[in-house]
């Protein structure tokens, strides 16, 4: 896979544009992990070709080879390919449109109800499972099992795409992959053989994320020197949108930019995970 990407320094300044840090060390140049991760981008269309048992066998290791909070395994994973439960994914739990046409889509699930079971078979309690530390620690340890399974596609070859969009009815993406109370959907992971790309999408500059010693504040020339430098991507994909900057402005300033998941707690609570 990694031997027709680009190298190291094009694969940065596809991601950074002029902000690309210079990398010279021959051992870090050479790395075709690093190669594959740099080279990570949406892959929305896919062709008709199948995916096998076997690769979601070998991805499904990779996310269960992730860390995992003191080894918990506080999360679960539904492999989701029946066409009609797929569309119920868009049409009754908000899912984005292009799920119906995904070979398959791996719902990821923060699951403290198999924590629970264990503990009651053994006579026990699950008090702790109610609050907000548990919540976080299941969601945490389905992002990062995610990931692996994520990195372990597209070394395979296969595009994938996240899907937050699951969580605009939570309750409904529950009910059709059966989650048990104490299990919640934290986000599906839409996956197949590409039929297109998008291309590498820019970041903000690596300083403006990492800082040595202390949080560093944003600088306004940063945000719109990346804003400038989305809007190049854009243009290259015949993509109009609304500016970066905006974007997130509007997320934050009002209730509106949560797009009814404002009610989020209370689905949790009524899930068994009241994040007390």
Do not use: C
């Amino acid at each position: 896979m990694t031997d027709t990407l680009p190298d190291v320094p094009a694969l940065l300044r596809a991601r950074y544009g002029r902000a690309a840090p210079e990398i010279t060390d021959p051992d870090i140049l050479a790395s075709e992990t690093l190669r594959l991760i740099l080279n990570h981008h949406t892959v929305r269309t896919y062709s008709d070709r199948v995916v096998s048992d076997e690769h979601i066998a070998a991805i499904v290791a990779a996310a269960q080879s992730a860390s995992s909070s003191s080894n918990n395994q506080s999360w679960s994973v539904v492999e989701v390919r029946d066409a009609g439960a797929k569309r119920r994914l868009v049409y009754e739990a908000g899912g984005s449109a292009f799920i119906a046409h995904a070979p398959v889509v791996l719902v990821f699930v923060a699951d403290w109800a198999r924590a629970t079971a264990i503990a009651g078979s053994h006579g026990a309690g699950s008090e702790a499972v109610g609050y907000l530390e548990s919540t976080l620690v299941a969601f945490v340890d389905a992002g990062i099992a995610a990931q692996s399974a994520v990195l372990a596609a597209e070394a395979l070859g296969l595009g994938t795409s996240y899907l937050g969009s699951l969580r605009n009815h939570p309750e409904a993406a529950a009910d059709i992959v059966g989650l048990p109370q104490g299990a919640a959907v934290a986000f599906g992971v839409a996956l197949g053989w590409p039929a297109d790309s998008a291309g590498i999408k820019p970041r903000l500059a690596p300083h403006v994320v990492h800082a040595r010693e202390h949080y560093r504040e944003v600088a306004l020339a940063d945000a719109e020197a990346y804003d400038e430098e989305l809007a190049r991507y854009n243009a290259s994909q015949a993509r109009a949108g609304t500016s970066w900057i905006a974007a997130v402005t509007a997320r934050v300033r009002d209730l509106r930019g949560l797009h009814g998941r404002e009610t989020a707690r209370a689905a949790l609570e009524r899930r068994g995970l009241p994040s007390r």
